[in-house]
């Protein structure tokens, strides 16, 4: 595909369970970004991933919160024994650009995730 | 804690008029960049401007940068009903290994 694409689009799911989020980057972006947004708010930052560097994982709201990336690719966060407050869409971008300077992010449609 | 706050939180014109929006940021950046949503949709790229530009044009966009105020306008000249959606500025702190931080957004409605 030529965008960023995130699995699922929706998930409902009962407080405690354990849910996985997925996103597959654009083909040779070498930054992926995840991100939280509650209803009408802005971009919370969750974790960063940078080429084979360390993940930034300072955005992480609590230990129930994961997310790895397997072969400098696809990502999957996942949340275990959610809670309500969890409810939000999570956002996932991905940039060609490396090192310094930033760069433009080239975001998916989000996983919209509700707790019960 | 958010790098960059938009101001207004929400803006209503008419259609044709000019809208503005602020974003203020509290460190030192590399650069800052302008995304639109649509309701219920990803963030799209506008616009970027580096740290040692002061004003950026891109159609009917005009972005401008004040690192001594520390502050960004976004302008969208002659608005159409199209252009309603939230816009967001976000910023690479040169002291957080250049991640992305978004402020709250503006929501902006275009009334045709």
């Known amino acids: 595909g030529a965008g960023v694409s995130q699995s699922p689009s929706n998930k409902v799911t009962e407080k405690g369970k354990d849910v996985e989020l997925r996103c597959d980057p654009i083909?040779?972006?070498?930054?992926l970004y995840w991100y939280r947004q509650s209803l009408g708010q802005g971009l919370e930052f969750l974790i960063y991933?940078?080429?084979?560097?360390?993940?930034?994982k300072s955005g992480l709201p609590s230990d129930r919160f994961s997310a790895e990336r397997t072969g400098g690719s696809v990502s999957t966060l996942t949340i275990q024994r959610t809670q309500q407050e969890d409810s939000a869409v999570y956002l996932c971008a991905s940039s060609p650009h490396p090192g310094q300077g930033g760069g433009e992010l080239f975001f998916g449609e989000g996983s919209r995730l509700t707790v019960l | 804690s958010q790098q960059g706050e938009e101001d207004p939180q929400a803006l209503s014109i008419q259609e044709g008029e000019n809208a503005t929006m602020n974003c203020s940021y509290k460190t030192s950046i590399n650069n800052l960049q302008w995304y639109r949503q649509n309701s219920g949709r990803g963030l799209v790229h506008l616009i970027l401007?580096?740290?040692?530009?002061r004003e950026k044009h891109s159609g009917r966009l005009r972005v401008t940068l004040d690192t001594s105020k520390k502050s960004s306008s976004l302008l969208i000249t002659a608005s159409r009903a199209a252009d309603t959606a939230s816009y967001f500025c976000a910023t690479d702190e040169r002291a957080a290994g250049n991640k992305l931080t978004f402020g709250g957004g503006t929501r902006v409605l275009v009334k045709p």
């Open positions: 401007i580096r740290s040692n530009e």
């Open positions: 991933f940078q080429g084979n560097s360390a993940p930034d």
């Open positions: 083909s040779g972006h070498t930054a």
